[in-house]
């Protein structure tokens, strides 16, 4: 029996408006024990709004490796791209 609780993956929002990033990982049993550990880890001092967490073995990522292929498609759609849009200098957080 494997006796090391799951890994979970730790996002925090620093502020409404702006994006979770990651901040590290916890062990533990179970989401509420993770978002507990989570907090007391990376929100002691007041520096997050919102946590998400992710179970590590849920989390799929592509192979660097293959980076030119998988990317390298989006390379001819400019239009998707927000250069041709100005903003306004009081807008924050885009």
């Not at 192979?63 to 759609?77: N, Q, T």
């Amino acid at each position: 029996m494997n006796k090391e609780w799951p890994l979970w993956e730790v996002f925090v929002r620093a502020r409404n408006g702006l994006a979770h990033k990651h901040a590290g990982s916890v062990h533990a049993a179970d989401a509420r024990m993770a978002i507990e550990a989570a907090r007391d880890t990376y929100t002691r001092r007041m520096e997050g709004v919102s946590l998400w967490l992710v179970p590590s073995a849920s989390i799929v990522a592509s192979d660097p490796g293959e980076a030119g292929s998988l990317f390298e498609p989006a390379a001819d759609k400019v239009y998707r791209h927000p250069t041709f849009y100005s903003i306004p200098e009081n807008i924050k957080n885009i």
